[in-house]
T-cell receptor, first 113, second 110 residues
């Protein structure tokens, strides 16, 4: 069974631009969660989607948004990029909302210059 | 709000030695996870602990959960170099977001 896939794997943007990251969950998984990982703040929860609905949201500004499609694929968008948005963005999928085991994708490494 | 604290944050071990990583959490969490992360890689699920007294073992790693003490431990037995990685614990109520600890960087020296 294929794992969680994320595209792109690496991205370089400049301040003020916007970016869209994509996540395809494991087949049959309906929940997708997004996390930001930085050396200073560690792993922080961004949001969780289940059946195209946002179920939980972390403490991030409104510049961070996401959505989920009917095939469970998810995208997250960051508008008006700031230097501090440079991070590894990880998505994780699970069978159900708040599912017992989350399987993480390889991540998208975003560098904002 | 749930807070998860790990200690130590850095652990340098000799091969063959035993050690324990501790994970304390501040409020009720009905699930506790341990993950491993290699440099530049994603997170690999090691253990899911769902009930008080739960103990799980895989190879040289054993995880346990004490919900009364709000404590989980990851015990490493006879460490080998391949165990060098960063280990995270994470907790949360079912249906809510996961909160991660800061991670423990483990280096096993031969």
């Amino acid at each position: 069974k294929a794992g969680v896939t994320q595209t792109p794997r690496y991205l370089i943007k400049t301040r003020g631009q916007q970016v869209t990251l994509s996540c395809s969950p494991i087949s049959g998984h309906r929940s997708v969660s997004w996390y930001q990982q930085t050396p200073g703040q560690g792993l922080q929860f961004l949001f969780e989607y289940f059946s195209e609905t946002q179920r939980n949201k972390g403490n991030f500004p409104g510049r961070f948004s996401g959505r989920q499609f009917s095939n469970s694929r998810s995208e997250m968008n960051v508008s008006t990029l700031e230097l501090g948005d440079s991070a590894l963005y990880l998505c994780a999928s699970s069978l159900t909302a708040g599912g017992e085991t989350q399987y993480f994708g390889p991540g998208t490494r975003l560098l904002v210059l | 709000e749930l807070k998860v604290e790990q200690n130590p944050l850095f652990l340098s071990m000799q091969e063959g030695k035993n050690y324990t990583i501790y994970c304390n959490y501040s409020t009720t969490s009905d699930r506790l996870y341990w993950y491993r992360q290699d440099p530049g890689k994603s997170l690999e699920s090691l253990f899911v602990l769902l009930s008080n007294g739960a103990v799980k073992q895989e190879g040289r790693l054993m995880a346990s959960l004490d919900t009364k003490a709000r404590l989980s431990t990851l015990h490493i037995t006879a460490a080998v170099h391949d165990l060098s990685a960063t280990y995270f614990c994470a907790g949360g109520r079912r249906g809510n977001k996961l909160v991660f600890g800061a991670g423990t960087i483990l280096r096993v020296k031969s």
